[in-house]
């Protein structure tokens, strides 16, 4: 069984009507995908000291509860 992977683009050159080759239509980013970038991931934990309390609010310090 030899299959091989297809990306739809400007290029591709077969039928979008007939479904007889197995492949998913999701969707592919990239630079012509036409989505805002995204904002990178922050860590909100990188300010907090060990000895201060938890952000979870479980009144523990951050050392003894998510610093671990």
Do not use: I
Not at 21 to 27: I, K, L, N, R, T
Not at 40 to 67: A, I, Q
């Amino acid at each position: 069984m030899n299959q091989q992977a297809h990306v739809h683009g400007p290029d591709c050159d077969h039928d979008h009507d007939h479904h007889d080759h197995p492949h998913d239509h999701g969707h592919v980013h990239g630079p012509h995908c036409g989505h805002a970038p995204q904002e990178p991931v922050r860590n909100t934990l990188k300010d907090v000291g060990r000895n201060d309390p938890c952000p979870c609010g479980s009144e523990k310090k951050f050392k003894k509860c998510h610093g671990a």
